[in-house]
């Protein structure tokens, strides 16, 4: 039977008794809209920005800009915060060397996924957060069956529970377009590192 991933988050949220502190990687602030405005009513937030697959550097430094800005002008529930990373492409390329021309979506991408949710897990077990997630599944283009399965292998193998997600649930992706609007946000064209753009 396929996993409902968002009812799972629901379930969650629905029996939480207190306010958990989530770590959450942001793949870029337009796809971030419609995941912390949900979660912020649940969870204090720590936006993660790591995207070494982000190609060129001044592509990341303004996808970055626009995290923040929508942060700054975003009001939350709770309390959000913002984990900044250096610039990282040498990580991501060792990652994914020898799967250059694999289509988007493919083995490419995993490894691509697995880099920045563990980097996510790691540092949310070393800071004692509660959770570690990502706003990866509010993509249409994402497979959430295999971020999913890649964050519960990676919170096995830290130690920190992983907040299980399909954003894309219930008009997630139309919403973070109208967010993303209201916001006036830049929205890229391509998911980040240029072999998705070439392959």
């Avoid at 250059?100 to 800071?127: D, M, V």
């Avoid at 894309?168 to 967010?179: A, C, F, P, R, W």
């Amino acid at each position: 039977m396929k996993m409902n991933y968002q009812m799972k988050l629901m379930e969650l949220v629905n029996n939480l008794d207190y306010v958990p502190h989530l770590l959450l990687h942001s793949c870029c602030g337009p796809c971030s809209t419609t995941c912390i405005s949900f979660l912020t009513k649940y969870f204090d937030i720590t936006v993660f920005y790591y995207n070494p697959n982000i190609e060129p550097e001044a592509e990341y430094i303004k996808r970055k800009n626009e995290q923040l800005k929508f942060l700054k002008k975003f009001k939350g529930e709770h309390k959000i915060d913002f984990l900044d990373c250096d610039y990282d492409n040498e990580s991501f390329e060792t990652a994914v060397k020898g799967l250059e021309q694999e289509k988007e979506g493919g083995a490419r991408c995993t490894k691509c996924f697995y880099l920045r949710l563990s980097k996510c897990a790691h540092i949310a077990k070393e800071k004692g957060y509660d959770y570690f997630g990502t706003t990866l599944t509010v993509s249409p283009h994402k497979n959430s069956l295999v971020i999913n399965t890649l964050g519960e292998k990676i919170s096995q193998e830290v130690g920190i529970p992983f907040l299980y997600s399909d954003f894309k649930k219930q008009d997630g992706y139309k919403k973070s377009i109208l967010l993303s609007r209201e916001y006036d946000l830049y929205r890229q064209d391509y998911c980040g590192c240029l072999y998705g753009k070439w392959y």
